[in-house]
Nanobody, 120 residues
């Protein structure tokens, strides 16, 4: 069974840090991976993407300089390190995968999501 399972979400104060993890089936080791998020009442939003080898990354302007995506293919895990968190970062965060690449408009496989809440 192929799957993506997020963990590491929780409640944190503004300015704090949080690290999300995505445990992926080994099938995804050769896939592009990434993260999307969706705040209540809003459309889902691209956050970050990483190539299958980890050699290339892409970030939304809203998180650039604060968030870092990485992957450890030996452990079949993708990470999202979130620093300097802001209340507007509050959302459900989804781990995603795509056979070719993850882009703001392309992600074929989705995890169940993990809640991140940033308090003022």
């Amino acid at each position: 069974q192929v799957q993506l399972v997020e963990s590491g979400g929780g409640l944190v104060q503004a300015g704090g840090s949080l690290r999300l993890s995505c445990a992926a089936s080994r099938t995804f080791s050769s896939y592009g991976m990434g993260w999307f998020r969706q705040a209540p009442g809003k459309e889902r939003e691209f956050v970050a993407a990483i190539s299958w080898s980890g050699g290339r990354t892409r970030y939304a302007d809203s998180v650039k300089g604060r968030f870092t995506i990485s992957r450890d293919n030996a452990e079949n895990t993708v990470y999202l390190q979130m620093n300097s968190l802001k209340p507007e970062d509050t959302a459900v965060y989804y781990c995603v995968a795509d056979k070719v690449m993850v882009t703001p408009t392309r992600a074929d496989y989705w995890g169940q999501g993990t809640q991140v809440t940033v308090s003022s």
